[in-house]
RNA sequence: GCGGGGAUGGCCCAGUGGUACGGCGGUAGCCUGCUAAGCUAUUACUCUUCGAGUACGAGGGUUCGAAUCCCUCUCCCCGCGCCA
């Protein structure tokens, strides 16, 4: 949530963030004319009681002395009604003025490019020697700044779903009957690359600084709607029946709200969280898109990066979880780009959000791998994570990056480590610790 | 799942119907010949500063008045049961 004193005292920055990134001026109206009778609905309670109070007190004093107090009693009767009246309706508008500040998004940097639509985000840089398709080179200069680095392909690689066919890496069919499309049975030396990638993930976080955690896999809803926007909710979240439970969709939720409600000291901070969990998510409103395979899916594992911070240091830190995945991404040899995403595609958390996307030879495109945000201190207010400085308690800044998500990432590596026979795939080297073997191929022996 | 005990401000803790005691720690000031002690104020949240309101795990109820009594729920501790 956004600082609505901030706000109150000072709206244009408000109403330029919200305009800049597509939405109406009138989320903010809406929200200051509630705030405005939510004030006064306060006022007006908070005067009914003081006066409950003082006869209150009147009919101890009485009482102790023995006298009759039958006269302010009666009057206090007709008060009781009055307060719950008022206690009503500013129940009622204390919701509605919630609902009104959540729906606002945080402030932008200034850095962010102002437009909609994924394909004006803003190439930072390209990094790698991808492997292109003839048919795909004018679109991957287009999107790689230009840049000259690729090894051409005179024919297109095996896409990744036909292929784990061939190589009977993943039962889709199977996985369908008994849970639907967008699921799967992994396989041998699929699975074991799977649980390669989350080792070396993990590895990696915990030698640069990171706590590593398992969180759990459900949380309660003020943490799921502390940590998150309405769009993720309503797009994204299962939620157990009966249970006061959802999924998490990322590490990022329980992670987050893992310091709800604390107030930390200054030398607790910063605070690297790395996170490992499966993410479960229903992908509402991406009918159509990737149905095949397992790049777009309903469960993942996924290696997260956290870190809570002062304000001061929160764009420090974006640089540097950015950093590390970029690192990563560069150990296993997977051609990326890095684009700085528009105001038009942030979250309403996101101050600003840098996207690594991948290049898929097969597909003869960049996807995203990885996503890096900043949410400054609008996720930290939501679920109150304050530290002690000299003046004050003072929120929290937060910001994410995803390591490895698995499933994405093993794709990348099916297309961009395709032998040319189309006969399997290596295994990037850095992995080859943790896998204990080299590729995956029709000849296989085990 | 059953039985017992708990949850009070950053931390510790008192308080069984009359409006939250005290300590520690933090901050500011005073004093002090000095890495100390003492004194004073302040140290949850909200509203407009005074001031007021809210807050004793959460939500209901009884009452003029609830940390305190009643009901429901959550979490923690101990024991029993069950279980990977």
Redesign the pocket.
Known sequence: MID??KL?ENPAPYYESCEIRGYGKDIIDKFLDLDNQW?DA??K???L??E??V???E??SL?KRGTDASQI?SK??EL?NEIAQVEDSLRRLEIKREEAASAIPNLLHSSVPRCKGDENNKLVRYYGTARVFSEDIAYFKKNSGGSNDYDMLGKRPLSHVDLEAKLGLVDLKRAGKIAGSRFYFLKDRLLKLELALVNFAVDFLSERGFTIVEPPFMINRRSLEGSTDMETFNDAIYKVENEDLYLIATSEHPIASMLQDE?LNEDELPIRVGGLSPCFRKEAGSHGKDTKGIFRVHQFYKVEQFVFCKEDDSWDFLEEILANAEEIYKILQIPYRVVNVCSGELSVLNAKKYDIEGWFPSQGKFRELVSASNNTDFQGRSLSIRW?S?DG?KIVNTLNSTAIATTRTMVAIMENYQLEDGSGFRIPKALWPYTGFESIALDDQS
Request: hydrophobic share 35%.
């Open positions: 609505v004193k109150r004030k306060l006022k309670r908070n005067v009681n003081h409950r109070n006869l209150s007190r009919v101890s009482i009693l206090v009767r009781k107030i002690r000299s308690n």
